[in-house]
């Protein structure tokens, strides 16, 4: 294969292990799943899939990450199936990286690898750019040695794209560097994201993220709402730069809905940091909708990893709605597979390609809309003036008065700053 050709398709194997015990056990059936999760990110990538490996082990080897005889059968698969490529499921450490490539004659990449490149061939904003070359200079950091060769392939298929791959080179001062720049980048970007934040909140608009596991039809949905033109593929992460859009209630008022990057199994840590300014735009939402493909046999692990992955990074509604997307794809009478511990959500059944329960959906955020916000009359005092700035800051003024006693405002206010002004609030009327 000729490595400085980037369009040629490459050949593929994958590889995986199945941990038979202690606190990393993963069966052989998760396993597979997992398998055939990377297998669709890597044909994501343009590539043919031409072998598969999983070992059952105790642990990933510290020298192969599979074991010496599993290598001398990889070694062989890649010789009777005329492979270019290994991907291992798991992230690899520069020295397995070299140890495999030089057993094999294999080019080696891993999950992550995989993944950024994915996400280097889809980033479409300046901001989306620079976050991806920040996690791949993270990632590739503390490989060099085992990158080394890998890094001297430019434009040399998975594992070597992205708008930072000519300025990777085996230099740690400049990378280092390079990352310093990146993060104040980001960091000037975060401060304008989030002064547009609090401007969308003093207007009383309220926000509504779209999330869900990748290739859920988050884009779809969107469209189908807001009458947009997001990128819409049945794709992997077909989405990656933060979209927002306005969208009117049937009552006529209007909310903010933004559609997000989709979450997966294993979502690299460097990839959740270097994103986390866009995650915040969703995980600040007053509401969100976790969408699901109804579709998936993989249903229930996607809504576990999805709710793991909203704790983990405090999303500020804790009870999203549950919608199931791709309805019409169901037999007349199937049942989505989810797990006892799910049903008590009463998901919400649509499909965003026919319509089909969109009027319930947005019944379901009508009602969440104005559950969240609270009509009062508030009396400051002319001694607490101080009070009607916060107020602006954390709540939509929409008339004031100047009385005897005081400023009298009639706002509209988030249920959850209640506790605070509710001293304040009055009966009084102008």
Not at 10 to 30: F, H, K, M, T
Not at 51 to 76: T, V
Request: aromatic share 4%.
């Amino acid at each position: 294969m000729d490595n400085n050709v980037s369009n040629t398709i490459e050949r593929v194997i994958l590889v995986g292990i199945s941990c038979d015990g202690g606190a990393d056990y993963i069966s052989r059936q998760d396993a597979q799943v997992s398998l055939d999760e990377l297998g669709a990110l890597a044909e994501t990538c343009g590539s043919e899939i031409v072998g598969r490996l999983i070992q059952a082990r105790s642990g990933p080897d510290n020298a192969y990450y599979i074991g010496k005889g599993k290598i001398e059968e990889l070694k062989e698969l890649g010789e009777a199936t005329e492979a270019d490529t290994v991907i291992f499921d798991d992230d690899l450490t520069g020295a397995h990286i070299r140890n495999i490539e030089e057993a094999t004659g294999l080019k080696v990449i891993d999950r992550t690898m995989l993944i950024l490149d994915i996400f280097a061939t889809r980033a479409v904003s300046n901001e989306g750019k620079l976050q991806v070359e920040l996690a791949q200079m993270k990632y590739r950091l503390p490989r060099l040695i085992g990158l080394g060769k890998a890094l001297s392939r430019q434009g040399g298929g998975i594992g070597t794209r992205g708008p930072g791959e000519s300025k990777l080179v085996s230099d740690r001062k400049h990378i280092h560097r390079r990352i310093t720049a990146l993060e104040a980048k980001l960091k000037q970007m975060e401060k304008s994201r989030e002064l547009l934040r609090k401007n969308r909140q003093r207007t009383g608009i309220p926000t509504v993220a779209i999330v869900g596991y990748t290739n859920a039809g988050k884009s779809t949905l969107m469209n189908a709402l807001c009458a947009s033109d997001c990128l819409a593929e049945n794709k992997l992460f077909a989405t990656l730069d933060t979209t927002t859009r306005r969208y009117s209630l049937p009552e006529g008022r209007e909310i903010l809905m933004i559609d997000t990057v989709g979450f997966i199994r294993k979502l690299p840590h460097n990839i959740v940091e270097a994103f986390k300014s866009t995650l915040e735009e969703a995980m600040e939402a007053d509401i969100l909708i976790h969408l699901c493909d109804a579709s998936d046999p993989q249903l229930d692990n996607h809504i576990r990893v999805v709710d793991n992955l909203l704790t983990e990074l405090h999303a500020r509604d804790t009870d999203p709605i549950l919608v199931f997307n791709k309805c019409d794809t169901l037999a007349d009478g199937e049942d989505p597979i989810v797990s006892y511990e799910y049903r008590h959500r009463r998901p919400i059944m649509i499909s965003a390609v026919t319509g089909q329960g969109l009027k319930e959906l947005t019944d379901a955020l009508s009602d969440r809309v104005n559950n969240n916000t609270t009509r009062e009359w508030v009396l400051i005092p002319w001694a607490q003036s101080g009070t009607e700035n916060w107020i602006r800051e954390n709540a939509v003024v929409l008339e004031a008065h100047n009385v005897e006693q005081g400023r009298l405002l009639n706002i509209l206010v988030e249920n959850r700053f209640m506790d605070r002004i509710s001293s304040i609030i009055t009966e009084v009327r102008p």
